[in-house]
């Protein structure tokens, strides 16, 4: 058991030091010198500008901050002229949200924020970045605002939202003056939740530009001066050659997995893996699924508000699925269950935000899959008991045997290759044929059977 044991902890521990260890292996096009990089060498020599584009679409979060400060180092290290960030969100964790505009207030190469494409928006954390960049551009028919601070992970009373609050508009009003706009502006999207469109934004120097497209934005930032952490930059972006920051696996593998609905399916089939495990010792394949969709459920909970009380109830209602098999409620342990993993699934995120919330459809289809998993062991079990017994004494039941030493009251019977200690209400010859009616420990009770 303990070999099993180490040997599923070895292949968890060996599985995530691969998947961390990706996101220091650099892309192939680091390593070998395509046709790409070719071009890049030839608009160097040229006097061509090269930019780097970055989309960040979805929710912000930790990995979000990894993406953006790898795009602003590998801008700098490529003497790009500008990192563009092709922005649509609906918002995001306040923490990352402040790391990254830490880090283009800090870049050395000038960070454009592009909302698009048509039909985007830059709400809440998206506003806020927007914001920060050195350039700010929308395309037509997207939006930006509602940036209200909220709860993430606790209740918060009046005194402390009006503190974060505050916070949050002492520091959005700084940002705003060193980047020359609208003061007035991000503090009503902060206090108030307005938002405003692309062609409003402009006019209320909120944003510098409209761009229908990336070649329209490149044509129209070119020959602008933006000030970076080392000095005064010109923009000399106009045909620049195009190049994108490409994510690695593992980037790509954890932006999918810190997803509320997808934490909420690791973690519940996580659990049902190692409750199946810990009742079928020897298994194997539960414990070593449940157990690495546990840890990677773990690490979806470190980026996102988590409410541990709906993860108690998610873990009760997988033991109340576990009980119905063995315990005979009738139904009410099942309905138990159906209950405290919904309610489990609904609290789950402590965020009244609607994209960091549990899918209500996710849910349901979770409820479906168990429900049917235990229902079909339930049915099974019920049927297992209700078989007749095929092993011991008991198995022998109505079996048809044959008398070897004359039963007065009691002798030795041939049933099913074996001799057994029998005993009848009357006596009963050798070599006659007997039925067995009943079984007490080592022996067992017969009749006369005629054909």
Known sequence: ?????????????????????????????????????????????????????????????????????????????????ALIILLNTPGGLTE????????????????VVYVYPQGARAASAGAYITYSAHIAAMAPAT??????????????????????????????????????????WIERAIREAVSISSHEAVDSNVVDLVAEDIDDLLNKIDGREVEVSMGFHVLNTAGA???EVKK???????EIITNPNIAF????????GLVLELYNPGAILPGVVGGICIILAFFSFQTLPINYAGLLLILFSIVLFLLEIKVPSYGILTIGGIVSLVLGGV????????YLRVSWYVI??????????????????VKAHHKQVTTGAEGLVGLIGKVKQKIDPTGLVLVAGELWRARADEPIEKDERVKVVSSDGMEIKVEKHSE
């Not at 209200?148 to 009003?173: I, L, P, Q």
């Not at 609290?347 to 609607?354: E, H, K, R, Y």
Request: proline content about 3%; glycine content about 8%; charged content about 20%.
């Open 1 to 81: 058991m303990i070999k099993k044991i180490l040997l599923i902890c070895g292949m968890i521990g060996i599985f995530m030091a691969g998947l961390a260890a990706q996101t220091d292996i650099p892309d192939l096009t680091d390593i070998i010198k395509s046709d790409t990089a070719v071009e890049k060498d030839t608009a160097r020599a040229e006097g061509q500008g090269m930019v780097k584009l970055l989309t960040i679409d979805g929710a912000i979060g930790p990995i979000t901050v990894q993406l953006i400060e790898k795009g602003i180092r590998k801008s700098e290290q490529e003497n790009a002229q």
């Open 96 to 111: 990352s949200t402040w790391k990254i505009i830490q880090a283009i207030m800090n870049a050395n190469v000038p960070v």
């Open 143 to 184: 939006s930006m605002g509602s940036a209200s601070v909220v709860s993430m992970g606790s209740e918060m009373d009046s005194t402390m939202y009006k503190k974060v609050t505050n916070d949050a508009v002492a520091n959005m009003v700084a940002v705003a003056h060193k980047r020359g706009r609208n003061e007035a």
């Open 241 to 243: 050659l195009k190049t």
């Open 248 to 254: 690695t696996f593992s980037e790509k593998f954890l």
């Open 265 to 272: 399916l690791l973690f519940s089939l996580g659990g049902l």
């Open 347 to 354: 609290m789950l995120i402590d965020s009244p935000a609607p």
């Open 364 to 381: 349901a289809a979770v409820v479906v899959v168990f429900v049917g998993f235990f229902g079909f062991a339930v049915r099974y079990v």
